[in-house]
């Protein structure tokens, strides 16, 4: 059984460029108009954020569901790679935006992002991989502390998107077409299966990962910190 330890892999280093990158396209770019509302999907991809996506389109804003650099001056709403934005700079330019944390359960996430790349990824990959959401969640988390302008929703409870909706204002609760946009349908393989379960073990999640939880043992000593936290902000779970 591999270590749990964290260490640098190259998903580190591509996402240091990257958002570097985003930071100054958004320091460069048009802000637009700063008063007006804007919605922020902040969470990882294969976590509904195409659904997010769709509900905004149905309660009839602008939406911009893309990986590339999100242009805030244009649109009204925004999703995919939300992990790797510069939030705090939104949230400095739009005093009215909101943001929301979309998450599902650490196993259903990997098993995701595995098949949707398909290849072969090692257990520390998905050891990796694990550390780096959950200290997204962290920052989040503490970042968002007692603010009424953000929402942690897991995407896959019961009735998350009118939930959202309702929390939003929003008049129509559900997207055209129903709540479930852009299921994964591309093989798994069987051996990130095997690595899946090996790295969850390893971490000692074998008991949470299918659990919709923000806050896990990943976060040792920061964990009853962050339970505290979570108390105060609005969490679909």
């Not at 129903?178 to 999640?205: M, P, W």
């Amino acid at each position: 059984m591999p270590a749990s330890r964290r260490t640098t892999d190259i998903n580190d280093l591509a996402f240091a460029v990257i958002r570097a990158r985003m930071r100054l396209h958004f320091l460069l770019t048009p802000k637009g108009n700063r008063q007006a509302p804007r919605y922020f999907v902040i969470g990882h991809p294969r976590c509904g954020t195409t659904s997010l996506h769709r509900l905004f389109e149905a309660n009839g804003l602008n939406s911009y569901h893309d990986s590339k650099d999100w242009p805030t001056g244009r649109f009204e709403a925004f999703s995919d790679f939300g992990q790797i934005r510069p939030v705090a700079a939104y949230d400095r330019v739009y005093p009215s935006a909101k943001f929301i944390l979309n998450f599902r359960p650490l196993k259903h996430y990997l098993i995701s992002i595995a098949a949707h790349h398909q290849k072969v990824f090692s257990v520390q990959n998905f050891i990796n991989e694990a550390y780096r959401r959950a200290a997204w969640f962290d920052w989040c988390l503490t970042y968002f502390e007692k603010r009424q302008d953000f929402i942690a929703v897991n995407i896959e409870a019961k009735r998350a998107l009118p939930a959202v909706a309702d929390y939003l204002g929003f008049i129509n609760r559900e997207p055209n077409g129903g709540t479930h946009h852009n299921v994964g349908k591309r093989l798994r393989l069987d051996q990130n299966a095997e690595n899946i379960d090996s790295a969850i073990a390893a971490l000692g999640l074998s008991d949470e990962a299918e659990e919709g939880a923000l806050v896990s043992r990943l976060h040792g000593r920061r964990r009853a910190e962050l339970e505290r936290i979570q108390q105060t902000v609005h969490i679909i779970a």
